[in-house]
């Protein structure tokens, strides 16, 4: 099997397979409920001794609710568009990317900017510095922060990232940072609206 | 005709073209070919739908062979 050439400048990590995203995945639900459980322990006491302290129990509801969409507003950056290039070599770089996708890709990925790919850790939704994996069941999103450094038309960027995920998923993950993994409905709240129909293509497929 | 392409910040570049038989393109596709891979680019080949695969040779019955910089972790 090719192995990506870039998991070589990130030696240290353990390659990425469905077993170990389902074991990050548990320990990012531990890590959410660890910041949010406190709070709603605290609101849930502080109601319980007085009930006049209301106000100060919702505020820390609120925190319990507000982390969690934090982390998820994090990792909806990730799919967030960059500064374009010229209106000549977007155009350039968009008929190449057009080439590598298939018909409804392609027009999916005009409606969002975003490049759908199967794969066989999910679904992947791939942006201009960063991609989104819908797993299986399409409840969970992971989140990945990866780019292509240089000056580059925005498509081309995506391009990058596309044909490097079809050369090695395992290692594509491998490479990027995970930004979030979490419940799809809560990284939905934070996307843009256009880049929805991209989340609800990708949840369908997965 | 067969083509190597580098994506860039003009959308992509032709570096070479090649047709089977033409000795003279396939020498000079041969050598672009290294120049942009001693420059630190990545080849890639599409090998199906859904599916690249890296290169470092010129697969001289390949149609469209992609140059791509190096991805990292944002």
Redesign the interface.
Known sequence: MAVLPETASVYWRPRIDSARLRRRGRLWTITTLAHSIPFLATAALLLALEPLSFPVAAIAVVHAWGIPALYANRGAGVVRPRPRSGPAPERVALGLLGDLLGHDARELHAGTGLALERGRLGVWLVAEAGALLVRPGGKRVDCWCVKVDGELPSADRTAHLLLALREDEEGFATVANLAFSGAAWRLRRRLPAAVRPALDAARALA | MARI?R??????TTLAEWTEGDAAAIEAAVAAFREQLDAGY?A?V?TG??????VRELPLDAELV?L???????
């Open positions: 392409i994506m860039d910040q003009t959308g992509h990545y890639v599409t739908e859904g599916q690249a695969e890296q992609i791509r910089r190096p991805i990292a972790g944002g």
